[in-house]
């Protein structure tokens, strides 16, 4: 038996008991299994967790979760004194590796709650880094990440990951989220309708006004019935009339607002039909910022407030600030500013110039 006790997340998905199976199963016994059933937001969950266990560590397992065997050995082996989180990857049929599968100590979220934000966890890592508590990060996966992909459940998790992206300053989480979507669309027919509804996520996510802790089950039907109609269309018809791709003389901001205008006219008009192959052909390298940017507009037209010209004004400053800087406008200050000047030593050293 480990010091490990392995707490279950779950808010009543069907698949619990094969995440429960999985962890009975590892190599390295734990010393118990405490399931938290439909405790919400994440970070109440994983908080009343803690309080509950009573062993030196714990493992976060969530309902969606398939671990591989020698899971359990293999974290506990990479622990050190200054160790406060050990973190491995786990396999996702749509974004391949993904980070993942959590080891705890359980001291650490005695000592540093895990907090109410929109990315609970990266902030608890920054937490107790400065208290001098180590994360580790394993570059291996050790188990399955298996949810079941419908567009309810990929729209709802990307929508939050746009927020979290901006929320972090995290251009290049970002673009890999786009560029493997692409990918995905690309090459993976029986994929290709989830990854469309992801990226319609993604891009709608980045504008959400909240940074609290998002993970609470959701309702939004309404946005929902949008995205389905938006895809539920043929992806290689015609794109929109007259909307042509943006060009590397175009300057980001005249990008964002006609591809706005596109999806609001689009929106308008209730022909949705050329949404899903506009979408398809805004693809490029995993940098190419005027696709992404032509990306968001186009969702953003669907979706945003552009009859609101202050909202519209907001949305688009914190694009650009995010592009151009890797900051969330409305992080605090000191951040921002940190911000700016990294990204401007970072001009000054590749002579690279990204223009709004």
């Known amino acids: 038996m480990t010091d490990v006790t392995a707490v279950v997340l779950t808010i009543g998905e069907p698949y619990t008991e094969r995440a429960i199976a999985s962890v009975r199963a590892q190599s390295r016994p734990v010393h118990q299994v405490l399931v938290i059933e439909n405790v919400a937001p994440f970070h109440r969950a994983l908080n009343k ?9 714990f493992l976060q397992v969530d309902a969606d979760m398939v671990l591989d065997p020698a899971c359990v050995a293999t974290l506990l082996a990479t622990v050190r004194p200054d160790t406060g989180i050990v973190v491995a990857e786990l396999r996702d049929p749509l974004m391949g590796p993904v980070v993942g599968i959590k080891l705890f100590r359980t001291e650490c979220l005695r000592q540093v709650a895990m907090p109410d934000t929109i990315s609970p966890d990266t902030d608890l890592v920054d937490a107790l880094s400065r208290v001098g508590w180590r994360t580790v990060y394993l570059r291996t996966a050790l188990g399955d990440h298996r949810p079941e992909y419908t567009p309810a459940y990929a729209y709802r998790k990307f929508l939050l990951e746009g927020r979290r992206c901006r929320y972090r300053g995290a251009q290049g989480a970002l673009q890999w989220r786009f560029q493997r979507l692409d990918e995905v669309a690309r090459t993976d027919p029986a994929m290709g309708t989830i990854a469309d509804v992801a990226h319609i996520g993604v891009a709608n996510g980045f504008f959400l006004p909240s940074v609290r802790d998002g993970l609470t089950p959701w309702a939004g039907r309404d946005e929902l019935a949008r995205v389905l109609h938006l895809v539920d269309h043929d992806p290689d018809a015609e794109s929109i009339a007259g909307l042509g791709l943006p060009d590397g003389r175009e300057r980001l901001g005249d990008v964002f607002r006609r591809f706005a205008r596109a999806g609001q006219a689009l929106t308008s ?5 050329g949404f899903r192959p506009t979408l398809r052909r805004l693809t490029g390298p995993g ?31 914190a694009l650009r ?30 002579r690279a110039r990204v223009a709004w």
């Open 321 to 350: 600030e995010f592009v151009l800087y890797g900051v969330d406008r409305g992080g605090s200050t000191l951040r921002r500013l940190k911000a700016r000047a990294a990204r401007f030593r970072d001009v000054l050293r590749s």
């Open 287 to 317: 940098k190419d910022w005027r696709a992404i940017v032509a990306k968001i507009g186009l969702c953003y037209g669907v979706f945003g407030s552009q009859s609101d010209e202050t909202a519209g004004a907001r949305d688009e400053a």
């Open 269 to 273: 008009s209730g022909e949705a039909a």
């Open 49 to 57: 967790a803690a309080d509950r266990v009573n062993t030196a560590f």
